[in-house]
């Protein structure tokens, strides 16, 4: 049996959206253009999901006509602005939050600028899991809901050189690759991170919506896609995010200063109660205001974004001085993850050669974070391009540096996710199957929730024809996070090596049900039911998991204001 290939979300999926959009709009009011509000600050907007969904999505006319495409070498990071409003109408259901933030999520997850590194996508949830943990001890917002009023948060990484973080409605938030490298501390991520925490939890999105403007939220995903658009052809992306459009649903989903402050303060307290350092916050943003020269002059007092004011700095330095000083070392782990987000934004061959110079750079340079950095990205380098033993070198010359920053008594970690994922890899691929497996296996045991972990013991599973035990794992898995398109790839996967054709079809729709491909989704589990080989119970579970995933497609197109094809 074929596969069935999911439908390229390219230029006709964004086409299809941008007609929603408009269409959206209309339905709501909005008028076809709007005027750029004089003193505005300028955006660059050529990045990939470039605007911070949750308040503002500016439109590409902003963006200077000599400003540097993704691939060039940035000598100064760009910074993403977009304009705040008050919020205003009935707040939508959280219920009704997760699924327009589910629907969205099923658009992007596909796109190519959406990050598949999992020890970068650990690291991000990792740092959320205890933030969410302190916030729960605070008895803060609705951290502590339970049910279907609870947040399931997920944070994922776009690979994008600008300094940017965003939430979407229901928990999700992304942050900009840009952001992680420029980024001095895990607590400078952290901080970010606590303020888009603290918008999700107060509910400053889903006040501004009711119910009556659900289309501006689908058309949300319309946006997100032509940012990534840009990325890549700035022509293609600016066809879906130009004019009135952009500006609209910029002034519909903006936030205001009140909630800004908010998100401020909700962001300090959980940043102080899980651990961080709380001056990692205007640390931040004072270096990225003189990195980039954005000052008062001229810049209303509340700017687009994280607004870089010294009036916001002032505040973030004043609440920091409540606190008593203490020492909060960084891991070397984030060191690590710098050197992955590098990786991940580089993109081409090219951009591979200016990286593996930047990365013979940072080995050199005093600081020993650097020096972290420099060693392991050479070691990514060396394995993206085969030469194994170069990067077995290199990778033991970041362990044997970290041993050295993990000094005893030091509160780092002496095990680092991406040091053990990089060596079961480097392992599987010279052969070493049962090193491998067994490296994965002790990191799994480390970090029980980690993705790269669990997809490294897979792989050697599979490698060495463990098929049982992976699938037996995976099912597990997938019934405990049924939303996670990696162990329905990896169930798939194993189900082909192990020659079960109608639960390799099944576990592929659900692959493609995550990416929002519901035509390819109800296909595959159609060749599945026809396919032969299933016992009753396999049987009955795909018939059941098809009518469902018609009646969900029914319902997202009802939702759209469109009709299922016969």
């Known amino acids: 049996m074929q596969d069935i290939k999911s439908v390229p979300k390219t ?61 060039t070498m940035q000598s100064q990071p760009t910074i993403v602005l977009p304009d705040m409003g008050d919020p205003g109408g009935d707040a939508l259901s959280r219920v009704d939050e997760r699924k327009y933030g589910e629907m969205i999520m099923r658009q992007i997850r596909p796109d190519p600028d959406y990050s598949n590194d999992l020890p970068l996508y650990d690291f991000l949830n990792q740092m959320e899991r205890r933030l969410l943990q302190a916030a729960r001890k605070l008895q803060l ?22 300094i940017n973080a965003f939430a979407l409605p229901g928990g999700f938030i992304g ?52 940012a990534l658009a840009m990325s890549r052809n700035p022509q293609a992306g600016a066809g879906l995010m130009q004019g009135g459009q952009a500006v609209a649903v910029n002034n519909q989903l903006s936030y205001s200063r009140d909630a800004e402050r908010e998100a401020d303060r909700v962001g300090f307290q959980i940043l102080d109660a899980s651990g961080y350092d709380v001056n990692g916050a205007p640390g931040f943003f004072q270096r990225l205001q003189k990195a980039t020269g954005i000052m008062d002059k001229g810049v209303p007092a509340y700017v687009r974004t994280h607004p870089l004011t010294t009036d916001r700095i002032a505040d973030m330095q004043d609440r920091a001085r409540t606190v008593a000083s203490r020492n909060v070392p960084t891991s070397v782990e984030f060191y690590f993850i710098k050197a992955r ?48 033993d170069q990067a077995e070198a290199d990778l033991q010359q970041a362990r044997n540096l970290a041993q050295k920053a993990s000094a005893p008594g030091s509160p780092i970690q002496r095990q680092s996710l991406s040091l053990d994922i990089t060596a079961s890899e480097l392992a599987l691929a010279k052969g070493k199957g049962e090193e491998a497996l067994q490296i994965a296996q002790a990191t ?5 929730q980690s993705y790269a972990a669990g997809a490294a013991m897979i792989n050697a599973d599979l490698k060495l024809g463990r098929t049982n035990d992976a699938v037996t794992w995976l099912k597990a898995r997938t019934r405990a996070q049924p939303n996670e398109v990696v162990w329905w790839s990896l169930l798939s996967k194993s189900y082909d090596q192990a020659g079960n054709i109608p639960m390799r079809h099944y576990a592929l729709g659900e692959k493609y049900a995550l990416e929002g491909a519901w035509p390819s989704a109800i296909e595959q589990l159609r060749i599945a039911r026809s396919a032969g080989g ?5 049987g009955s579970s795909i018939d059941a998991r098809l009518r469902e995933m018609q009646r969900q497609y029914q319902d997202e197109l009802k939702e759209q204001g469109k009709q299922m094809p016969g």
């Open 175 to 226: 942050f900009h690759t840009g952001l992680i490298v420029s980024a001095e501390s895990d607590s400078e991520v952290a901080s970010v991170m606590g303020h888009e925490t603290g918008h999700v939890l107060q509910r400053h999105l889903a006040r501004q919506m009711d119910k009556q403007t659900t289309n501006t939220m689908i058309a949300i995903a319309g946006m997100v896609l032509g």
């Open 341 to 388: 987000a590098r990786m991940e934004q580089a993109g081409t061959s090219s951009g591979m050669y200016d990286l593996k110079n930047t990365f013979e750079s940072l080995s050199k340079q005093q600081p020993i974070g650097k020096q972290l950095e420099g060693f392991y990205g050479l070691a990514l380098i060396a394995q993206r391009q085969g030469k194994i």
């Open 444 to 448: 799994l045991r480390a970090y029980p």
């Open 11 to 71: 230029s006709f999926l964004r086409r299809a959206l941008a007609v929603q959009l408009m269409l959206g709009l209309a339905c709501s009011g909005f008028p076809a253009y709007a005027a750029t509000p004089a003193g505005d600050v300028s955006v660059e907007g050529n990045s990939a999901a470039i605007q911070n969904i949750g308040r503002a999505m500016q439109s590409p006319d902003a963006r200077p006509a000599n400003a540097p495409t993704r691939n």
């Open 141 to 162: 917002g609705g951290a502590n809901e339970q049910g279907s009023g609870a947040y399931n948060f997920e944070v994922f990484a776009v690979k994008d050189s600008s």
């Open 534 to 538: 299933a016992d009753f119970y396999q």
